[in-house]
């Protein structure tokens, strides 16, 4: 079962779309070309998860021999409602820079997910003490003012 946690979008004039994703254990990259005859595409596994550099340098190394591939592969023929839902450069621009910018909220690795799992606990446990302990500085303040009462009324 494929699972979409991150998208990276390259969308060129040519009506090119790069997606990065993650299935499970590795993260993909899909080239779609998307033309008069149809759509093709190739796929690129890149193991762990690309950092932008790392992509970067994909793009400038292998990014050619993908789009070969995918011009090598048949064409599909796309609904119209498809291209009709193609983004314009500039939208994806701004839908790319949206999930960058909401996935830079997020760990991306199992070793930052753990430290923030911690920390979440953490704070949980501190504010469960801190609660605790004005509970018993309020009962220990009641209990002073009972007895200060008390021995005012015995006249002391």
């Excluded at 409602?81 to 960058?100: E, M």
């Excluded at 004005?134 to 015995?154: C, D, G, L, S």
């Amino acid at each position: 079962m494929r699972q979409v946690r991150s998208h990276a979008y390259l969308e060129v004039v040519m009506g090119a779309r790069f997606t990065v994703y993650f299935e499970a254990p590795f993260w993909v990259g899909v080239l779609e070309l998307d033309d008069e005859e149809g759509v093709r595409a190739a796929r690129h596994v890149f193991g762990s998860e690309p950092t932008g550099p790392e992509l970067l340098d994909f793009t400038r190394r292998h990014f050619l021999d993908l789009y070969d591939r995918a011009l090598a592969c048949p064409p599909v023929p796309a609904d119209e409602l498809r291209r009709a839902d193609r983004l314009r450069a500039r939208r994806a621009a701004r839908a790319a820079a949206k999930d960058a910018k909401r996935l830079s909220d997020r760990p991306s690795t199992a070793a930052q997910e753990a430290m923030r799992v911690q920390l979440e606990e953490g704070k949980r446990d501190r504010a469960v003490s801190a609660k605790e302990q004005r509970a018993q500085r309020e009962e220990h303040r009641r209990a002073a003012r009972i007895a200060k009462r008390r021995a005012r009324r015995r006249g002391h």
